[in-house]
């Protein structure tokens, strides 16, 4: 956070500084539903891509927002908002008005019975992860299900990342996307920049994000690759959530 150095009173918080803009806090909101690219968030928003391009440039310099070549096109590149910081900020723009006012993020909540869908390309890496840290970290009462559009064996690295946190991946196994045709779920999500172009619609309107995740099977480094990438999943997951225990209320209203 900025100091005032002006002697007229408290600085902003850094998060409003970076949020407090109409435009930006729209393109929070629809990187706070998955990672995009630019040509949608302008679609999204209705807006000039030159204004756009700006503001994400704003929270970008902020660290809100971060970004990634897409795997499928390299010239394209995806958004994403950085939850965690997010949350860092909000607590410190809370604190900084009045002490009882610093937000501390809720526990999630028991989430109700739900069916998710990872889908990726080979199965092997991403979409085994997401599943099998959902249906742990929910402790089953989320129905987690990962498919491929060209599935291959799981990589014995994800074994092993996953075995590091006390996950058995049990009796996994790689599936295409078409074992899954016709069959109804909440959320499907997409880990992969390529299977995004390919994903079929699912029965019921779930709840689609594209998640963009590197295929740490393609990175030189090995084991640390994966381990990155159980981590960002683990975060992203958490968030999801928190998003399916909110949704019951949400709907309600």
């Known amino acids: 956070m900025r100091r005032d150095r002006s002697g007229t009173g408290a600085a902003l918080p850094d998060f409003l500084r970076a949020a407090g803009h109409p435009v930006r806090w729209r393109l929070l909101g629809e990187l706070a539903r998955g990672d995009r690219q630019v040509h949608e968030l302008t679609a999204l928003l209705g807006e000039r891509q030159s204004?756009?391009?700006?503001?994400?440039?704003?929270?970008?310099?902020?660290?809100?927002?971060?970004?990634?070549?897409?795997?499928?096109?390299?010239?394209?590149?995806?958004?994403?908002?950085?939850?965690?910081?997010?949350?860092?900020?909000?607590?410190?723009?809370?604190?900084?008005?009045?002490?009882?006012?610093?937000?501390?993020?809720?526990?999630?909540?028991?989430?109700?019975?739900?069916?998710?869908?990872?889908?990726?390309?080979?199965?092997?890496?991403?979409?085994?992860?997401?599943?099998?840290?959902?249906?742990?970290?929910?402790?089953?009462?989320?129905?987690?299900?990962?498919?491929?559009?060209?599935?291959?064996?799981?990589?014995?690295?994800?074994?092993?990342?996953?075995?590091?946190r006390g996950v058995d991946l049990g009796a996994a196994r790689p599936k295409h996307l078409d074992e899954f045709a016709g069959q109804p779920f909440d959320h499907v999500i997409t880990l992969c920049d390529r299977v995004r172009e390919v994903c079929p619609e699912f029965p019921g309107r779930p709840a689609t994000a594209h998640w963009s995740i590197p295929d740490p099977a393609t990175d030189p480094q090995g084991r640390p690759a994966f381990e990155r990438v159980t981590a960002e999943l683990a975060e992203r997951v958490e968030f999801l959530l928190h998003a399916i225990a909110a949704a019951p209320a949400l709907e309600a209203s």
């Open 51 to 164: 204004l756009v391009s700006y503001h994400l440039g704003r929270l970008r310099r902020a660290e809100l927002v971060r970004t990634r070549r897409s795997s499928a096109d390299g010239r394209d590149v995806y958004y994403r908002l950085d939850l965690t910081r997010c949350g860092h900020l909000l607590a410190a723009t809370g604190g900084a008005l009045h002490p009882g006012l610093r937000y501390t993020p809720p526990p999630v909540a028991t989430p109700p019975a739900a069916r998710v869908l990872f889908l990726c390309t080979g199965n092997s890496s991403r979409s085994q992860l997401a599943e099998a840290l959902l249906r742990q970290r929910s402790a089953g009462a989320v129905a987690a299900f990962s498919a491929g559009s060209r599935p291959k064996p799981i990589h014995p690295d994800v074994l092993a990342v996953l075995a590091a």
